[in-house]
């Protein structure tokens, strides 16, 4: 059975930093590329990046780009989202999923159907 729980997700300050965890199981991790995506209250879901295999390609969406980096450790099953200079509008769950192909990497939110339970992210002073 495919798992991915997330970890991470905190109340934080605007201008803060949190790590979210992704721990994956029930697949071949490493054949499989990864991404993050969010809903804030009330919006729909919003893809935010996108990892390769091989973490040799990432993917922002613009309002991210520069301040979150998207990693993965193939050893640990895991994938990570390093924020940065978090802002209010960052507040929402975060969910890391998995892509329905192997060794084929896209940007296409569509290509990620099974998704984590989620972690919460609260950015506010």
């Known amino acids: 059975e495919v798992q991915l729980v997330e970890s991470g997700g905190d109340l934080a300050q605007p201008g803060g930093s949190l790590r979210l965890s992704c721990v994956a199981s029930g697949f071949r991790f490493s054949s499989y590329p990864m991404a993050w995506a969010r809903q804030a209250p009330g919006k729909g879901l919003e893809w935010v990046s996108f990892i390769s295999t091989a973490g040799d390609e990432t993917d922002y969406t613009p309002s991210v780009k520069g301040r979150f980096t998207i990693s993965r450790d193939n050893t640990k099953n895991t994938v990570y989202l390093q924020l940065t200079g978090l802002q209010t509008e960052d507040t929402a769950m975060y969910f890391c999923?998995?892509?329905?192909?192997?060794?084929?990497?896209?940007?296409?939110?569509?290509?990620?159907?099974?998704r984590g339970q989620g972690t919460q992210v609260t950015v506010s002073s």
């Open positions: 999923a998995k892509s329905d192909f192997q060794n084929f990497y896209s940007q296409r939110g569509d290509h990620y159907t099974t």
